[in-house]
């Protein structure tokens, strides 16, 4: 679809830009809407990773992706466990587009998104939705880096280790198979809906059984002795 190819493709970075920066202006509803310097200018940073481009795109649509991402109860959790927060989600998700679209030609990037920014948009919100899945369902103990819990606490690391590995095996005694599974998938970020339908049974099931798995566990007292300093 060469020949439907936005002319910007031929304009230098400085005319995109300032050509970019008069379309956003525009009240959105006299927004170009397609073949436009928005999507030329998303191409040359997004797939082309040309500096100055991405610093002006990034700009212009950092502060749109943020209030997206804090309307997101599950990119609340994804956020909180990131060291820099909001930052490291935005930068992870740039990561995901980069090696998507990397060599992508023109033509491709085109036809992939028919000359739309709009389209370009709703694909970063999938890539950060991805990420965010993948952050939100890892265990909170892996986002941790194993020095610096060691450092949280009095033991030797042959100390932490034995302790850790017998409050897992302390925990494995105290719950069902059935109860064990329930509090994996819970610590991987499922909701209990979708604890409900790993497990098939109802969602007041699984909520009556993470109630007693907590209670279990907090009043163990043989558990807390080996997760106290």
């Known amino acids: 679809m060469s020949d439907s190819l936005p002319d910007w493709r031929t304009v230098s970075e400085d005319d995109l830009i300032r050509a970019f920066k008069a379309e956003v202006a525009l009240p959105a509803q006299a927004q170009p809407k397609r073949n436009c310097a928005v999507f030329e200018l998303a ?16 700009k212009q649509y950092r502060r749109l992706l943020t209030k997206w991402l804090y309307s997101s109860p599950q990119a609340q959790i994804a956020i909180a466990r990131m060291d820099n927060g909001i930052e490291d989600l935005i930068t992870n998700m740039y990561m995901c587009v980069f090696r998507s679209w990397k060599n992508t030609t023109a033509e491709d990037f085109y036809d992939q998104f028919d000359g739309q920014p709009s389209k370009i948009f709703s694909y970063l919100q999938i890539a950060c939705s991805r990420v965010i899945i993948s952050i939100a369902r890892k265990p909170a103990i892996d986002m941790l880096a ?83 300093d």
């Open 43 to 58: 191409y040359r940073a997004l797939a082309l990773r040309h500096d100055l481009p991405f610093a002006v795109f990034d």
């Open 146 to 228: 194993l020095d610096d819990e060691i450092a949280m606490t009095s033991y030797t690391p042959d100390e932490w280790l034995i302790n850790r590995t017998n409050a897992l095996q302390r925990i494995s005694q105290l719950l069902t198979p059935q109860e064990r599974t329930i509090l994996r998938l819970y610590l991987y970020g499922y909701t209990k809906d979708e604890i409900a339908a790993q497990i098939d049974r109802r969602v007041s099931h699984v909520r009556q059984k993470l109630k007693r798995i907590l209670l279990l566990l907090q009043n163990d007292a043989d558990l807390r002795e080996l997760l106290t």
